[in-house]
């Protein structure tokens, strides 16, 4: 590959630096989160020996906290393939820096959802049933269906674009971890029939996984929408879903940004502009949640039906008010407030927002699940859940696991993808200049004009 | 072929919980601590339901027996992943144990709440032990169980039937435990497609009626209402 | 190796992940493990034995199932079914009958005899041998008759009946003491009702299920009573038994209970106030002619004003009403709208069979006695009396006699001596038992101190409202020996434990007392031998007979409660009626040849009718004549009696025997707390009821009921009945009261709050539950929970109403009137 900006190429070595070199704030992080997700473990292993029983799921609740991080981090996922491959397909030029965090989020939070659903399960040990026995039927299935093979899409994604930072790091690293990008780069050597042959695997990998990221969350939000539960059955809960999803996983993509950004001391690769254009998409997604939020509840309210009543009267003035009215002003008010002013628009400004988001929907995900179920359509079991140590200890050690498996992932690979920076500096300008051409007044060239020429 | 049915009349029955005790019995079903029941996890496959309406001195109480609703359109068995909800060919939804995963799917799929979860292996005092009925498995923990109709039963009147080479017939031979019981005769069994059967007969009455009904499942436990 | 902080937190970290990690391991291990498989019970043969539950007086016929082992042989009782031959429950059984299993099997039940080491009541013991622990009894048993103090034996027993009774009242007798207590006293007043009105002193039963009618006061018809079972029975027979045709139920009672809740007309009443209730609906029948005219002539005596030999001229019970109780006075008294009373009164006559029943509900208060009799009297109204559909006196089956005992001269000065409880006596003139004033004896040791007490088939330290706030008062008799197969309250007070087999585990006998019409004899039986070395108490009373030796032991002249047994059914046998239990079609098949004339027996000699009736659960009697009235009527005028010369006679004789109470009858009647004067004494009629504590500081009425699933102490270690105590208000494990919404609104109560009772005898913390179905003045606590011993489920929950209960009686009955207290409530 050729290179036209020297001095490029030396502002490119922060880039490397934290596969190359890591400080001691690393590891005291590490050994942070390595205790809590050592801690969640062990609250795992209570539960694997005593049964569900140690978790404060009872009758009528039997899904709680770890059905709603199922849904939570299924959601997360959404920010990175979804969105690094629409940014893509669009050509979005400021996308360049952003789409491997983005993309790491998906395939390492894909984990935690299926892993969610594992410890929410009685019978770990008989998992494997569901490929000797499984019903079609069953929406349960769907999903496993549809999570492996985002999973699988969502991992070859991330890859593709890796392999020429693969071999440019196999190029500077020694000892194991050249033998490993040796290995994992394929024989990278950026000939161009090699850009040629990824780029369109890249292509075709953006436009396939659009639909299966789609298809995910459409799938999750069955596995309520199926039942005849009331407030679950729901014919916009698909794409309730899919927005929730991409709302929480833009936020989850920012914040991701910001720490790397901090902790790499990145703010010359990811500047305020790709926090901005986040953010008012992130805002979008707001009003858009909002939206079927309210369309949602208002359906519920107007139809009058007891048992969807009930549901929605203990979530707004009931016992899950203030979880309620938190959601409303996390995920909209605050949003909104910082987000919509040019003031505070700025990335402390909007990293609050999505840490806000983020808490936000998780308790959407909670407002989903367990009210519903605290109140079922007879009203015979009524009932309230209180999550007990156990199932805060576990979700906090997924979180932390999760951080953590995201913190090595930056130590292995570069966090922003070196080559399509590199790249997006060459055709960035030209394209910007035939872009800006084409639709200044000028003679001969139409609207697409150079970019179909290209 | 028998498609086996129960019909309850709410107007005989008086609340005496028989049919609850003998359930627990028959199928096994364990107890659970003070604590864990406080905390909603008590296991009656049968339960009855206490409704009261009205102030004080104008007040009506109601007491509904809710076994399984032993749907024809069962929603429990459509969710599961593992096939573990079974409808057999003669319409009774029962559940393998042996096969469950624990997910609770089916727990959120009966709109009638019928299900229960093993939140912990069931323990029995040793003494207690030894009154275990062999016909039917001890859960192991985590898994799903629901009143199945007393299958076990079934499945004995048809060995015995097998053995005289005709069908089980379709009243008095296989009778669940929960039926047996009854002191006010509230329950009554038998297969709702033989209409020489007082069980169909009474489903066909103008007194019946079949919970949540709207919601399409079909159940094949019928109420009688009052009067 | 350099120590830097970095280093430090990744080794912290490193080691916490290889912890974490090697549980995860070691608990996947566990996962595997056998405790987390599905097991199956043990397999084996089976096998079904027909015998009678326990559980209450109901005497339902049960089937065991027993499995015996394939591999280790043992014969296990896996499930108790209803008998479908027995004529009281035809197959059905009710949750305590079920929940026998868990007393079979009670982990916590006693295993052998066992002797005190501890203080009284410390629950400490140590085993000892069935000969050392019978020898210690005799001994003391023998030191007292040799001091003369035969008398000073106290037997307390509960709800006990056929031989097993009749053996421990010949134990009494041979042996010298008066005093058979008990505790089940309360029931008892059923009896003098139709003492007083019929002469005949038998538990009223009555013939529901032909009823058109029923109008209920208090009784606990689909909970409690009697036979619940058979109630029950009844009841779906009213409502769908006969196709186009529904009887009506009518439940007068301060809350809504199953049985109001399932009745056609529920009526709240003020507590202690039915007698008034009903006499203002006789006030109705009789002002508006709707009486049975012919019955009322014939078979009556005090209806109308009447002349006695010497001239003087009486009240009749017609003049009562229509002068003491209009339906607007008794309106105010009880709490029920006129229009109420007219309606119901015009309903109850006007509907042929009706029938009025009384229990408990109406009883246990200081006028419990009148009120029966009040409702006993609407009966005699309508003509309701030995028809069918009416009330009916309980046949007994004919066993054969035991033979009569011979009192040495001991037994003779024994039996002389009064009894401690003054029963007979101005005390409680009616009853033969009175249980109310035996703590006051103890605490003075007026008219004797007792010296040995017997303990069968009671535990006054729970059921006893005295005894359950100061058991100590038992401590002063020297010598307690129980007999329960279960360590309960009392018997931690005990000496001595001689515990009885459970009775799944025994042979006895049991003939269903005040149901219906017919006789009906059960025969219980073991399902399994023995698990522990427990002892039949029947076995273990004719070794105690012949351990004392002389008139005693001759008359015991048995080797064990067995041969007791068979000896007494062999007048059945030989009755020549009668049947032994079997299906309604054969049953049909058998009364048709019986009504023809041939009585063709199944059997030809003993042993087959033995081994018949053992097979299938007992023996009874179908035919039932219904219009005998010389059988139903043996009062002084061979008439059902408004006015009960019995009454008369009795209270005459007291006044003319006893000093104690000075001045004549009026003494008497002071002395009984009896308000009225006059002819109204002896007629039926409202006496204001007393109440423990004062309305002013106790505002709210403490009532009680025995939910359907628990009873008393019987069923207390059941985890089973534990999970579903009461369907209306009760959770899991939990015994709440029960307050209006009003009243609770009023002291800022709400549902689920932790509250205090209080009365003047003591205080109890319950769980308040909010319930329409109750009048505001009146709160409810369900009896049968709150075990101070017993086991550990029995112990786990509940609360004990008694510790509230004052010292109220009836004292013309005898009864204790657990039901008169106050009580208030403040949040805990
Ligand atoms: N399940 C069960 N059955 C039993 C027993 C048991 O322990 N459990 N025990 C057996 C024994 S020993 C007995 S004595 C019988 C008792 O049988 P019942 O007397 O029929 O039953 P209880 O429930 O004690 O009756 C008390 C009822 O009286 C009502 N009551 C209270 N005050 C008043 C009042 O002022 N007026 C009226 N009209 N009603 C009032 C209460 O609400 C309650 O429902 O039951 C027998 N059967
Ligand atoms: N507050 C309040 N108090 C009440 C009542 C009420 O309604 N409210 N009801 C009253 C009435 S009606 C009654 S009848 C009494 C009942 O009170 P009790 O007659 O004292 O009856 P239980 O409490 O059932 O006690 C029965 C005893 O028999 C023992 N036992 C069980 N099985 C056997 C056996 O097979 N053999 C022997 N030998 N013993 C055995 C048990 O362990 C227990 O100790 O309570 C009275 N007390
Ligand atoms: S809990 Fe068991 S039975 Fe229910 S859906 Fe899951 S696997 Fe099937
Ligand atoms: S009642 Fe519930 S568990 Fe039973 S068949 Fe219907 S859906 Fe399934
Ligand atoms: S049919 Fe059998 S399993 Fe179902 S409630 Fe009745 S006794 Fe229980
Ligand atoms: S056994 Fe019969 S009467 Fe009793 S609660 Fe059950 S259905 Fe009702
Ligand atoms: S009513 Fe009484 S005797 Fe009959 S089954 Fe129930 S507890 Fe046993
Ligand atoms: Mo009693």
Redesign the interface.
């Known amino acids: 590959m050729q290179t036209t900006h020297p001095q490029a190429f030396d502002r490119d070595d922060v880039l490397f630096a934290p596969v190359l070199r890591t400080g ?1 704030g690393f ?2 992080a ?6 809590v ?3 969640g ?2 609250a ?3 539960q ?6 140690v978790t ?8 709680g906290f770890y059905i709603v991080n199922f849904v939570f981090f299924i959601g997360i996922s959404h920010a990175g393939t979804l969105i690094s491959a629409i940014l893509r397909l669009c050509n979005a030029e400021w996308r360049r820096p952003i789409t491997r965090a983005a993309e790491t989020i998906t395939v390492l939070v894909l984990f935690f959802g299926l892993g969610s ?1 594992i410890i ?8 494997f ?2 490929l ?4 079609l ?5 769907w999903d ?1 269906t549809s999570i492996t093979t985002y999973l699988t899409a969502s991992t070859l994604y991330l890859y593709m674009p890796l392999i020429p930072d693969l071999a440019l790091l196999r190029d500077r690293a020694r000892g194991w971890r050249r033998q490993l990008y040796t290995a994992i780069s394929l024989g990278w050597r950026g000939t161009p029939e090699q850009h040629r042959r990824l780029e369109r695997g890249i292509a075709v990998m953006a436009v396939l996984v659009i639909p299966i990221a789609v298809s995910v969350h459409t799938v999750v939000s069955w ?2 929408s ?4 009331p407030m ?1 059955k729901s014919t916009i809960f698909g794409p309730y879903f899919v927005t929730g999803a991409i709302f929480s996983g833009m936020a989850a993509l920012i914040i991701a940004m910001a720490a790397v950004r901090r902790a790499y001391h990145l703010e010359n690769y990811l500047k305020p502009v790709h926090f901005n254009s986040l953010a008012l998409l992130l805002l979008t997604m707001s009003l858009l949640w909002f939206y079927f939020t309210f369309a949602e509840h208002l359906t519920a309210y107007y139809g009058g039906e007891l048992a969807e009543g009930a549901v929605l009267f203990a979530k707004v003035t009931g016992p899950y008010a203030p979880e309620f009215w938190a959601m409303v002003v996390l995920n909209l008010v605050i949003p909104l407030a910082i987000m919509a002013n040019r003031r505070t628009r700025t990335v402390a400004g909007i990293v609050t927002a999505s840490a806000s988001v983020l808490v936000g929907m998780w308790l959407e995900r909670y407002l989903i699940v367990v009210p519903t ?1 605290a109140n ?3 009203p ?2 009524r ?1 309230l859940y209180f999550p007990t140590w156990v199932e805060w200890s576990i979700t906090a050690g997924a979180f932390a696991l999760f951080i953590l498996l995201y913190m090595v992932f930056t130590k292995l690979f570069p966090i922003i993808s070196i080559w399509e920076v590199r790249e997006g500096r060459e055709l960035g300008i030209q394209e910007a200049y035939e872009r800006i051409e084409s639709y200044l007044p000028g003679p001969g060239v139409g609207a697409g004009g150079p970019i179909a020429l290209r | 072929m028998a498609r086996w049915g129960m019909v309850i009349d709410l107007d005989r029955c008086t609340g005496c919980q028989a049919c609850v005790v003998t359930c627990k019995a028959e199928n096994n079903v364990p107890v659970v601590t003070p604590r864990e029941a406080q905390a909603g996890r008590l296991m009656l496959w049968m339960t009855v339901i206490p409704e009261v309406e009205g102030e004080f001195p104008r007040v009506r109480a109601r007491f509904t027996p809710r076994p399984c609703m032993q749907c024809d359109h069962p929603p429990c068995v459509k969710v599961c992943p593992v096939q573990a909800m079974t409808k057999s060919p003669e319409g009774t939804v029962s559940h393998v144990f042996a096969r469950c995963i624990g997910c609770r799917f089916c727990v959120q799929a009966c709109p009638y709440g019928v299900t229960y979860f093993n939140w912990q292996a069931p323990t029995w005092p040793k003494d207690l032990r030894e009154s275990l009925n062999p016909d039917f498995a001890i859960r192991p923990t985590g898994v799903v169980e629901m009143c199945d109709f007393c299958h076990h039963r079934l499945q004995h009147a048809r060995e015995e039937a097998r053995a005289e080479e005709r069908d089980v017939r379709g009243e008095g031979e296989y009778v669940p435990a929960c039926v047996q019981a009854c002191p006010a005769r509230a329950l009554i069994f038998g297969d709702l497609d033989d209409p020489n059967t007082a069980a169909s007969n009474l489903a066909h009455s103008p007194r019946a009626f079949r919970m949540l009904e709207d919601l399409g499942t079909s159940p094949k436990v019928y109420y009688l209402k009052e009067g | 190796m350099k120590l830097t902080r970095r280093g430090f937190l990744g080794w912290t970290g490193a080691v916490a992940a290889a912890a974490a990690g090697a549980q995860t391991v070691r608990a996947i291990g566990d996962l595997q493990a056998a405790t987390y498989e599905a097991e199956l019970p043990p397999r084996g043969i089976e096998g079904w034995v027909a015998s009678v539950c326990q559980q209450c007086p109901g005497g339902c016929g049960i089937l065991v199932r027993t499995i015996t082992g394939v591999e280790d042989g043992v014969k296990r009782a896996v499930k108790i079914e209803g008998n479908p031959h027995h004529p009281i429950s035809r197959g059905s059984i009710c949750p305590k009958g079920l929940a026998g299993l868990q007393a079979l099997y009670d982990p916590d039940r006693l295993r052998g005899p066992l002797k005190r080491t501890g203080g009284r009541g410390q629950g400490q013991w140590q085993p000892v041998s069935w000969d050392e622990a019978i020898a210690t009894v005799v001994q003391h048993l023998q030191g007292l008759r040799a001091r003369g103090e035969a008398h000073t034996l106290l037997l307390m027993a509960g709800q006990v009946r056929g031989l097993m009774q009749s053996l421990l009242l010949r134990f009494l007798d041979a042996y010298g003491s008066p005093n058979y207590l008990s505790t089940a006293s309360g029931c008892e007043a059923a009896q003098q009702t139709l003492l007083l009105t019929q002469g005949i002193a038998a538990p009223i039963a009555s013939d529901l299920e032909n009823s058109a009618y029923i109008l209920s006061f208090g009784a606990g018809l689909l909970e409690a009573g009697w036979s619940p079972v058979r109630q029950a029975r009844a009841y779906g027979h009213l409502r769908q038994g006969t196709p186009g045709r529904r009887g009506r139920l009518v439940q007068v009672e301060p809350r809504l209970s199953v049985t109001a809740a399932k009745a056609d007309e529920w009526i709240p009443v003020r507590p202690g106030t039915d007698g008034a209730l009903a006499l203002a609906m006789a006030h109705v029948i009789v002002s508006e002619g709707l009486f049975d005219r012919e019955f009322v002539e014939a078979w009556t005596f005090g209806f109308e004003d009447w002349r006695d030999p010497a001239g003087t001229t009486h009240l009749g019970f017609r003049s009562l009403v229509l002068n003491d109780y209009r339906p607007e006075a008794v309106s105010a008294v009880t709490g029920v709208p006129i229009q109420t009373i007219v309606r119901v009164a015009r309903e109850f006559a006007a509907t042929r069979p009706a029938v009025a029943l009384a229990e408990r509900g109406a009883g246990f208060y200081t006028n419990g006695l009148y009120n029966r009799l009040a409702i006993h009297a609407l009966n005699a109204l309508v003509g309701s009396i030995e028809i069918p559909g009416g009330t009916v006196i309980q046949r007994r089956p004919p066993l054969t006699p035991l033979p009569p005992v011979t009192r040495d001269a001991a037994a003779v000065r024994g039996l002389a001596a009064p009894r401690i409880d003054g029963a007979g006596t101005s005390n409680s003139p009616l009853a033969s038992s009175a249980l109310p004033w035996l703590p006051e004896a103890l605490r003075t040791g007026s008219p004797y101190r007792p010296n040995a007490l017997f303990l069968c088939y009671a535990n006054p330290a729970y059921s006893v409202p005295e005894f359950v706030r100061s058991p100590d008062l038992l401590d002063r008799i020297p010598l307690i020996v129980s007999f329960s197969p279960f360590p309960d309250e009392t018997s931690r007070h005990a000496d001595l434990i001689l515990p009885d087999h459970t009775y799944l585990e025994r042979w006895q006998d049991d003939p269903i007392e005040a149901t219906w019409g017919p006789a009906v004899l059960g025969l219980r039986q073991p399902a399994i031998p023995p698990r522990h070395q427990t002892r039949h108490t029947g076995d273990v009373l004719i070794q105690i007979a012949q351990g004392l030796g002389g008139a005693v032991a001759a008359a015991f002249p048995w080797k064990d409660f067995g041969e007791v047994l068979k000896g007494s059914l062999r007048d059945v046998a030989g009755t020549q009626r009668g049947l032994i239990m079997t299906t309604p079609f054969e049953e049909a098949r058998q009364r048709r040849q019986a009504d023809a004339g041939f009585w063709l027996p199944t059997y030809k000699t003993f042993d087959e009718f033995w081994s018949q009736v053992a097979e299938r659960g007992g023996w009874w009697d179908p035919a039932y004549s219904f219009g005998d009235r010389e059988r139903a009527f043996r009062t002084a005028s061979g008439k059902f009696e408004f006015f009960s010369q019995t009454l008369r006679q009795r209270l005459e004789t007291l006044a003319r025997r006893g000093p104690a109470s000075g001045g004549g009858l009026e003494g008497v009647l002071r002395a009984l707390d009896i308000r009225a004067r006059g002819d109204r004494v002896f007629l039926p009629h409202h006496e204001a009821p007393r109440f423990v504590g004062d309305e002013k500081e106790f505002p709210l009425h403490l009532i009680m009921s025995k939910p359907m699933s628990l009873a008393s102490t019987r069923t207390a270690n059941h985890a089973w009945l534990a999970e579903i105590p009461d369907v209306r208000t009760s959770r899991p494990w939990e015994i709440a009261v029960e307050i209006n919404p009003e009243t609770a609104h009023k002291l800022g109560v709400k549902d689920g709050d932790e509250v205090w009772l209080e009365s003047p005898a003591g205080r109890l913390r319950l769980r308040a539950r909010l319930y329409q179905g109750i009048a505001p003045e009146v709160v409810h606590v369900p009896f049968g929970s709150g075990h101070g011993a017993g086991g550990r489920f029995a112990e786990a929950w509940g609360a004990n109403p008694n510790r509230l209960v004052g010292g109220e009686a009836d004292r013309l009955a005898g009864t204790p009137a657990l039901f008169a207290t106050r009580v208030r409530i403040t949040k805990a």
């Open positions: 001691r590891y005291a590490v050994a942070v989160l390595l205790a997700a050592a801690w473990a062990y795992y292993t209570t694997l020996r005593y049964g569900l029983g404060g799921l009872n009758r009528p609740v039997a899904w659903i929410d399960l009685g019978r770990p040990d008989r998992l049933y569901v000797q026995y499984g019903r039927q069953s929406p349960l299935l496993v596995v309520f199926m039942t005849l539960q679950w179920l079922p359509r007879l015979y079991a009932g």
